[in-house]
């Protein structure tokens, strides 16, 4: 299990705008998104078939940004990689 931080835009928001979101990623073995949380550790529900994530708490959507610079491996201590 790998984790990272991805980045998020809200949906239905002009993102280009906004400043971005960090959220913490969970990957398998075979570098699949499984899991994610923000940052009060809360877990989002993937919307089937799509990169779409809602947090069942306030029903917000977010598009998950899976490509991005920012990678944190837990395993390691927390460093940056």
Do not use: A
């Amino acid at each position: 299990m790998n984790r990272k931080l991805i980045k998020v835009h809200k949906m239905f928001e002009e993102f280009r705008l906004l400043p971005k979101i960090m959220y913490i990623g969970e990957y398998d073995n075979n570098c699949n998104l499984i899991n994610v949380y923000n940052q009060l550790q809360e877990k989002l529900t993937r919307i089937f078939g799509t990169s779409q994530w809602i947090l069942p708490s306030t029903n917000e959507v977010f598009y998950i940004d899976e490509y991005n610079n920012f990678q944190i491996n837990f395993d390691k201590g927390g460093e940056l990689i």
